[in-house]
């Protein structure tokens, strides 16, 4: 199991901002393709992952990442702070 | 010293309070972030952030900044929630003993939180609502600071 975060304008597109799911997707780049094929809102969400960022256990990542022993993965755009 | 929280603050006071009663600098820089409404169209921003997360990365920016350059304290506050435009949104403030230092350390931090701290800004309008985009020359930023390692 692992937890699955989303969050801005991804979390508002998928509708919710946190879900745990069961996957054996052995990286990032995996686990987007299982969740693009899963429902339209979705595939829509993560139409174009070179404008996503990818954090693993709240570390920044990439999407070629592994996700063996990885317990929260989390997807957004790119961050607005300051 | 870190906050990330949702209350107001007033950035004179917390500057006032930073590095109070330390004889050993010489320099105190600060920035403050105030959200803007240039075009009178804005009713509020709400910055949405990742817990947590926001914290560890932050940590991981001052970190980094004390690593390269010789300070002595290092402060930011961010905050997150629903803002009114002209209330503060965060501020950053460094000391150390000479200027240079505590000027670029302060421009570097600034750099970094804008990419890499895991907020996210959404500008509700009178008529329109939309998430701020990233700017291409805010990630272009970093380069400086990657190119060319300051002392």
Known sequence: MIDVLYFAWLR????????????????????????????????????????????????????????????????FPPMTGG | MLRVQSDSFDPGDELSAFAKGRHDI???????????????????????????????????????ARTRWNLADVLVIHRHGALQPGEVIMMVATASAHRAAAFEAADFLMD??????????????????????????????LDRWTSSPPD
């Open chain 1, 12 to 75: 508002e597109r998928i509708g919710l901002g946190r879900e745990r799911i069961s996957t054996q997707a052995p990286t990032v780049k995996d686990l987007v393709d299982e969740l693009r094929a899963r429902e339209e809102r979705y595939a829509l969400a993560f139409e174009d992952t070179s404008s996503l960022r990818v954090a693993l256990d709240q570390e920044l990542s990439d999407f070629d990442a592994p996700l063996d022993g990885v317990r929260e993965v989390a997807f």
């Open chain 2, 26 to 64: 010489g320099a105190v820089v600060s920035f403050t972030g105030v959200v803007r409404d240039t075009d009178k169209t804005l009713k509020t921003m709400e910055i949405e952030h990742y817990p947590g997360m926001t914290e560890r990365a932050i940590s991981k920016i001052m970190d980094e």
């Open chain 2, 112 to 141: 970094y939180l804008k990419s890499r701290a895991p907020f996210w800004k959404k500008e509700i309008g009178a008529n329109e609502t939309a998430w701020v985009a990233a700017k291409d020359e805010d990630e272009a930023a």
